[in-house]
Structure formats: structure tokens, C-alpha cells
């Protein structure tokens, strides 16, 4: 079942279970291929989605006193980050639209195009994806179940749940901690075209951006892109938008869950019960129909 499709309200943790999700499941897969016991998770939600990792060359098997062989998964992590794509291409407002774009949603559909394509790119049944996104839509999620059984494979959620005012509340510290760095910015570009008066009289007016751009990714984790929030309109519009998973549906099952107060041994039990729906014994009893 190598999809892993997260899933839940704009800023309500996905990213922080998501990498959390990626640390376990990279463990367990390293632990899989090698004689060694399985190591303690050690994510650290505050660093940046690891990069997926290189596959080792199959080892033949003659050779059994190796302590290692090839994992049996590849682990693949893919995100609205990880593909540049701005919290902005869901924003339907009207006056947030540059003035190049079609229609108000047709930047969130060339969005949902650039994962759908990312995704398929990877998967198969020895690849595990953690897709980490809203996938707010059934219809979308239902596409991606199609996808996965396309590719022999097959898919789950993880939904986050949290108090709607709880995630609203994170992105209005975001929302804060961004104007703020956007006046400091400016501060500064006016105190150098003080010194440059010449320059500044030539140079036109700026445009009002349509939503703050994401920082420069520079190693600094307050410049971290994850950061980026959603407008306020936005935020409110995509919570009003969202369309819970259901586990009675084919393509929100097997649906898991993690809430924002469960603590560390509860998510290790979910990502237990998703390593064994995705390479456990749960998978093995599984049949994927085309
Ligand atoms: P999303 O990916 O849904 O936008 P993030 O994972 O980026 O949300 O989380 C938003 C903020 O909330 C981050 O600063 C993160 O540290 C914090 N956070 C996320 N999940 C939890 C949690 N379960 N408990 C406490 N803080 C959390
Ligand atoms: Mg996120």
C-alpha cells in the first residue's frame, strides 16, 4: 500500500506528522534490510522533509553473512514544498488573482497536476510515497486511490486532526512573524535607496503582492518555506472547503488517524499500524484488483 496520503486542515500539523511519519518508516525499512534490531525514531520535525533515500544495489544472494541487502522500499516524501508550490494557488479570491491567470481556481488545478505527476512518477509497489498535502477533495483523493491501483499498488490516509482554533491560531502567528519580516525588509530597502536617492526616484512603484511570496530557502530555519501562510480568506475558505476523509469509502480506507494532542507513543502506534497496512502482514493479505 505504498500511498500514504495525509490529509487535513490548513496548518493543523500535517508536515510535523508527516515528517514524523517519514523518520519511522525510513527506520523501519533500514531496519528491514539489515541484521541490526530496529532503532528508536529520532525525527526532528523542526528540520526540513529529508530527502528521499538512495537505494542500494541488490546484493546477490550468495552472499548472506552481509550484515545489509537492499531495502525492500524506497521512500519517497512529496509536498506542496518540495514542489514550490505557494499556499497561493488555493486562494479563490478574486483580487488575490495575478492578472495573467484563467480562471480562480486553474493555478490549484496546475498544482494538483504537478503532484498528480510526481506521484506517479515514483510509485510502484517498492516505492512508498508520503504524500504530504490538504487533499481536501474526494474526488482528488479518489483520483490518487485510481493512480495507486494503476501502478499495482495500493494507498491509505492519514488524517491530522486538530481544533479548528488551534490551526487557525499557528497561521496567524505565521501570518504575524511574516509581516513582520516583510517590514524589516522594507525598512532596509528604504534605507539603502535613502543612500541612493538617484535610483530611487527611477525606480517604479511596487506592486501590492497578492499573497507574501515564500522566503528565500537559505538554510535558516525561520526562512524555512514550510512557514508560509495562508491568507486569512484563504485559511477560512480552505477549512470551509475541506471534505473529511471517510473510512467507509474505498478510497479513504484503510483511514488512519492522529490528533494534535497525541503524544509520541500514540503516533509510533498509528505508524505501526500503517507500516503493517503498507508492507506487513496486512499488505500481504490484501489484493490489489485492477
Ligand atoms: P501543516 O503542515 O498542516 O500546515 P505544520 O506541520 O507545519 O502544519 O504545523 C504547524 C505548526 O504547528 C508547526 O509550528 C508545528 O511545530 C506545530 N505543531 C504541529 N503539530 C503539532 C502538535 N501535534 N502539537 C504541537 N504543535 C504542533
Ligand atoms: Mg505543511
Redesign the pocket.
Known amino acids: 500500500m505504498p500511498l500514504i496520503i495525509v490529509s ?1 486542515l ?7 506528522r508527516g515528517r514524523q511519519l517519514y523518520a519511522y518508516l525510513e527506520s523501519r525499512i533500514a531496519s528491514s534490510s539489515t541484521s541490526s534490531s530496529f532503532p528508536e525514531s529520532s525525527s526532528n ?1 523542526n528540520n526540513p522533509p529529508p530527502p528521499p533515500p538512495q537505494a542500494e544495489p541488490p546484493q546477490p544472494s550468495q552472499q548472506p553473512k552481509k550484515t545489509t541487502t537492499s531495502p525492500h522500499y524506497r521512500l519517497h516524501y512529496i509536498s506542496d514544498t518540495t514542489l514550490s508550490i505557494s499556499r497561493s494557488v488555493y486562494d479563490l479570491s478574486p483580487e488575490n488573482l495575478p492578472a495573467h491567470v484563467r480562471s480562480a481556481n486553474a493555478l490549484e488545478k496546475d498544482a494538483r497536476a504537478a503532484v498528480y505527476a510526481a506521484v506517479k512518477r515514483v510509485l510502484s509497489p517498492r516505492d512508498i510515497v508520503v504524500l504530504d498535502g490538504l487533499n481536501y477533495i474526494k474526488g482528488w483523493r479518489y483520483q490518487l486511490f485510481c493512480e495507486a491501483k494503476n501502478a499495482r499498488t495500493a494507498s491509505c490516509v492519514l488524517q ?1 486532526g486538530a481544533p479548528v482554533e488551534t490551526a487557525r491560531r ?1 497561521n496567524e502567528e505565521r501570518l504575524r512573524r511574516w509581516e513582520e519580516k516583510k517590514a524589516t525588509a522594507t525598512a532596509k530597502k528604504e534605507d539603502s535607496e535613502e543612500k541612493e536617492p538617484e535610483a530611487a526616484t527611477a525606480s517604479p512603484p511596487l506592486a501590492a503582492a497578492a499573497a507574501p511570496p515564500p522566503p528565500p530557502a537559505d538554510g535558516n530555519p525561520s526562512d524555512d518555506p ?1 512557514q508560509e501562510p495562508y491568507t486569512p480568506s484563504n485559511w477560512e475558505n480552505l477549512v470551509f472547503r475541506y471534505e473529511e476523509p471517510n473510512a467507509m469509502t474505498r478510497w479513504d480506507s484503510p483511514l488512519f488517524t492522529l490528533v ?1 494532542d497525541d503524544d509520541e507513543a500514540q503516533a509510533r502506534r498509528v505508524f505501526e499500524l500503517i507500516w503493517d497496512a503498507v508492507a506487513g502482514d496486512g499488505a500481504a493479505k490484501r489484493v490489489i484488483r485492477p
Not at 490548513?10 to 510535523?16: I, L, Q, Y
Open positions: 487535513g490548513p496548518t493543523s500539523g500535517k508536515t510535523t520535525t491530522i499557528v514550510e494534535w
